[in-house]
């Protein structure tokens, strides 16, 4: 019974990508979802695809909650430990619980394959109109292109964080249940790899819908890059794929449209920007008109926020700190000046100015993006902004990177990519690692590893490249010995329990 109830409610969920289709007829017919879907026009399928998006954010708490979760695993930020019965508790111990940590593993794993069900109904049953000319099979694939993206990049994701995951056919004729665990490799080298490869071919070098809310050929080729790059490290440890990431990351390099060095890296965060030139694909808020709102409001106040101008003790929920060390070892240049936010008024001070040290929690706050408040600081939970996904900042160090990684010495474009991002961030003093041109390889490369935990800071990144690189242990030295992933031998979080009750299959050792 359990069993037929679930498959009925992933059926009716399966709806929600057409939803923003008009689906209504006169006379009413019978028409199967398929049967609709194969003769939708232009507009109808590109409204279908604007409806993935929804279904990658999920809700309020959805894809940036879930997803900044986990990074408290890595050496960015932190939880407060005085919240009785934190459960962030257990990623900062780098032992996830099975129990106490569901939501976002039940969340995560839902939000992601609604996505790639509801992509696999549009790829598989769009056609595009028998008479269209070749501009409208061009339009009509290119519209196709992001269901391939947004399933290559649902599957990324879901393989980095749990491994073995189903592959769900593409014609939609089997559930997930009655799907099995696909090693890694196959969901890379059969799912993952040729959804992109064809959306780097179909996707247009501008988005479809004018800002980074849809993404470009070159947002899929940075995600190609990415791909590759992690395939070559932990698992897969195949390392022929960092010359494939290396030439994906150039081509971006050499031929995208975008700009750094026009926008200041404090103007990407505020909410006037957020149509800039350097992102590539995001997930665009509004918490005003009630279109993916984000969790950037209370989640990253302190508790005892005290609002001045207002007059008001609103008061955050301190979701999230920076760890201290991330703060403290963090160079003294713009980036930071934006990143921390060091004091406030306290409630817990008679309302005065407080510093980071002496508030209640002892930790700076994380202040990137504060300026996507809706209304007075830290009086909602939801909030405006962007979820940035991949930027061209991104591009740079990976090709920096997988460059140097694959053919073991620097090069001049690598060089300039790190320089670029170094030069922008205006480091007040050059007493941090800076480009000088005189590297080793592995010198170049703690630069490029330390350039994106500063660029990217709180980002959703940092996690995964302590992963591939196999620096969790380095990184989070603190915390490794005696750890679940030091016990167990892998990174990977578990399947959800329900997941596993339906199906019969075997959970990540030691869940």
Not at 150 to 162: E, I, P
Not at 262 to 280: G, P, R
Not at 334 to 347: A, G, I, L, P, V
Not at 410 to 426: C, E, F
């Amino acid at each position: 019974m359990k069993k037929l109830t679930y498959i009925a409610t992933l059926a009716g969920s399966m709806l929600i990508a057409t939803s923003c289709v008009d689906l209504n007829q006169e006379p009413q017919s019978f028409i199967s979802e398929e049967e609709y879907i194969s003769t939708i026009n232009q507009e109808s399928l590109e409204s279908a695809v604007t409806a993935l998006y929804n279904n990658l954010w999920h809700d309020n708490y959805g894809f940036n909650s879930r997803i900044q979760r986990i990074q408290v695993c890595a050496d960015e930020i932190t939880y407060r430990a005085a919240k009785p019965g934190n459960e962030l508790a257990y990623y900062d111990q780098l032992s996830p619980n099975i129990g106490a940590n569901t939501a976002d593993f039940d969340t995560s794993w839902e939000l992601f394959y609604f996505t790639i069900a509801n992509a696999n109904k549009l790829i598989h049953f769009a056609k595009a109109p028998a008479d269209a000319t070749e501009e409208e099979i061009t339009k009509f694939n290119r519209a196709l292109a992001e269901a391939y993206f947004l399933r290559g990049l649902s599957y990324f994701y879901l393989v980095r964080m749990y491994g073995n995951v189903p592959i769900v056919p593409e014609n939609g004729n089997e559930t997930i249940i009655n799907c099995p665990l696909s090693t890694p490799e196959d969901v890379y080298t059969k799912m993952i790899v040729p959804s992109l490869e064809y959306a780097v071919t179909w996707l247009p070098e501008t988005p479809r819908s004018g800002n980074s809310s849809t993404p470009t050929k070159w947002a899929a080729e940075t995600c190609l890059a990415d791909v590759y790059i992690t395939m070559a490290g932990w698992p897969l440890k195949k390392e022929e794929y960092y010359a494939k990431a290396a030439e994906a990351a150039k081509d971006v390099l050499d031929n995208n449209q975008y700009h750094q060095q026009e926008v200041n890296y404090e103007d990407l965060w505020k909410e006037a920007n957020k149509n800039n030139s350097e992102f590539m694909f995001c997930l665009h808020h509004s918490q005003a008109n009630k279109v993916m709102a984000s969790n950037y409001g209370k989640s990253y106040y302190p508790t005892d926020f005290y609002d001045k101008n207002k007059g008001k003790a609103p008061g955050g929920w301190a979701d999230y700190y920076a760890r201290k060390e991330a703060f403290e070892n963090y160079p003294d240049d713009k980036r930071k000046d934006w990143n921390f936010m060091t004091e406030w008024y306290s409630t817990a001070n008679n309302n005065q100015l407080t510093s980071w040290q002496d508030s209640p929690d002892g930790l700076p706050c994380i202040s990137k993006y504060y300026n996507y408040n809706q209304g007075d600081p830290a009086a909602s939970a939801q909030a405006n902004g962007v979820t940035c996904i991949y930027r061209l900042a991104d591009a740079k160090l990976l090709y920096a990177e997988a460059s140097t990684r694959a053919t073991g010495s620097v090069n001049t474009q690598a060089k300039d990519a790190v320089k670029s991002i170094q030069d922008r961030a205006g480091y007040a003093e050059r007493d941090i690692q800076e480009v000088s041109g005189n590297e080793t390889a592995d010198e170049f490369l703690e630069i490029v590893s330390n350039e994106r935990k500063y660029e990217f800071y709180a980002e959703m990144r940092r996690w995964f490249e302590l992963v591939r690189t196999e620096q969790v242990s380095v990184k989070r030295a603190e915390a490794w010995n005696g750890s679940f992933f030091q016990t167990q031998s892998h990174y990977y979080f578990p399947i959800p329990s329900a997941q596993i009750l339906l199906t019969g299959w075997t959970n990540n050792p030691g869940y």
